[in-house]
């Protein structure tokens, strides 16, 4: 089987072997197999964020493809792996509970959720993740991770630290029972719902809101859509240190570098970098460039390969580094390949 039938970029050559598991003792028994006898393993969601070499995966690709929610007592879900995020968060906001309607429209699957703490519009998953179960391959065992041994960071996590280690296998959220979305913390998303930053809104206008400011960002995978057919943003936005966020001031006319605190450090938008440095969207010639309508997508525009994708990232990143000194970092994991 292709892999550029099972990633959201259209990319990546063909796997040697590809294993479906649809329960979690299926998955956990194929992985500690596979472990047992040596072979390398791929373990693959919903494909939303992966490059895969042109020459393809030498081993075995595992798809999750687990399903259930299950409702534990008050506003509690446990969620298995396999199951499409946005499918869940789009469940939970027509359930009345608050907590994730601003990762609405996130492609892939909800076991990718955690690796990375996705989030989105001021809100990520630390905030309701309470604990994470999942398949140790150090030792084969089956354990429970409370939300502080997942070690959640700005885009990260102890699942993405230690990638190789770890196969999550069950989510659980801790949610809030209401109507209402916790206070709405980012800007574009309160002047998209006609709110003050800091009010709250109906979950479901919360939820449209966010997934329309997606779409008008080709954010949302959508065959109807070619600016989708990415792995949404490639590059993370960075976080600079103080001395870091000086020189970067020094590099722009006009010293004014729009940055947000977080993470000990000082956020600075990867998009607005990258215009900065000269691309705009759509730039880029080629069957791989920027999307039309976020400069922070590289495009699949059709007959490309992942070996044009990883020249018109390196076109990116470069012209960042070069003119503003700031070294861009991939967003998607990349298998086979090196940026
Ligand atoms: P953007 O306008 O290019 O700006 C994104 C950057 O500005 C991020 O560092 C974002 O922080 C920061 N920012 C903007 N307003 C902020 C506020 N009020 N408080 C704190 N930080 C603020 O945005 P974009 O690329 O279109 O992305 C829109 C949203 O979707 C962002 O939240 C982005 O992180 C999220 N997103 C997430 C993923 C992912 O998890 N893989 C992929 C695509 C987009 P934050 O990153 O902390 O929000």
Redesign the pocket.
């Known amino acids: 089987m292709q892999l550029a039938d099972l990633t959201t970029l259209g990319l990546g050559g063909p796997a040697a072997d590809v294993v479906e598991a649809r329960t979690e003792r299926e998955l956990v028994d194929a992985v500690r197999s596979l472990d047992a006898a040596g072979t390398p393993l791929l373990v693959l969601g919903g494909g939303s964020?992966l490059v895969v070499a042109d020459e393809g995966f030498p081993g075995t690709v595992v798809r999750v493809l687990t399903a259930g929610v299950d409702h534990q007592g008050h506003a509690t879900v446990a969620v298995q792996a396999g199951e499409d995020w946005d499918g869940v968060a789009g469940r939970l906001v027509a359930d009345g509970l608050a907590g994730v309607e601003c990762l609405s429209g996130?492609p892939g699957s909800t076991g990718a959720t955690p690796v990375?703490n996705?989030?989105?519009?001021?809100q990520e998953l630390s905030q309701t993740c309470s604990r994470v179960r999942a398949l140790d391959r150090s030792t084969g065992e089956v354990v429970e991770l409370t939300a502080a041994d997942c070690a959640f960071g700005?885009?990260h996590s102890r699942f993405k630290a230690e990638r190789d280690r770890w196969v999550v296998l069950e989510v659980r959220l801790s949610l809030t029972d209401g109507p209402l979305s916790a206070p709405i913390?980012?800007?574009?998303l309160a002047r998209a719902l006609d709110v003050e930053?800091g009010a709250s809104a109906p979950l479901v206008d919360v939820r449209e809101a966010v997934l329309s400011l997606r779409r008008s960002?080709g954010?949302v995978v959508d065959a109807a859509d070619p600016d989708s057919r990415s792995a949404?943003?490639f590059f993370t936005?960075p976080v600079l240190d103080a001395d870091a966020l000086t020189a970067l001031r020094g590099r722009v006319p006009g010293g004014v570098v729009?940055a947000?605190p977080?993470d000990g450090g000082w956020?600075?938008?990867?998009?607005?970098l990258i215009e900065r440095a000269g691309l705009a969207k759509g730039d880029l010639e080629g069957p791989v460039g920027l999307s039309t309508k976020?400069v922070?997508a590289l495009v699949n525009r059709g007959g490309g390969t992942t070996e044009d994708l990883v020249r018109a990232a390196r076109v990116v990143r470069d012209a960042v580094r070069d003119r503003l000194g700031v070294v861009l970092v991939p967003?998607p994991v990349l298998v086979g390949v090196e940026l």
């Open positions: 964020n996130i990375q996705v989030g989105a519009y001021g700005y885009r913390a980012y800007a574009e930053v960002k954010m949404g943003s936005n729009p947000y977080g956020k600075v938008s990867a998009a607005w976020h922070l967003e």
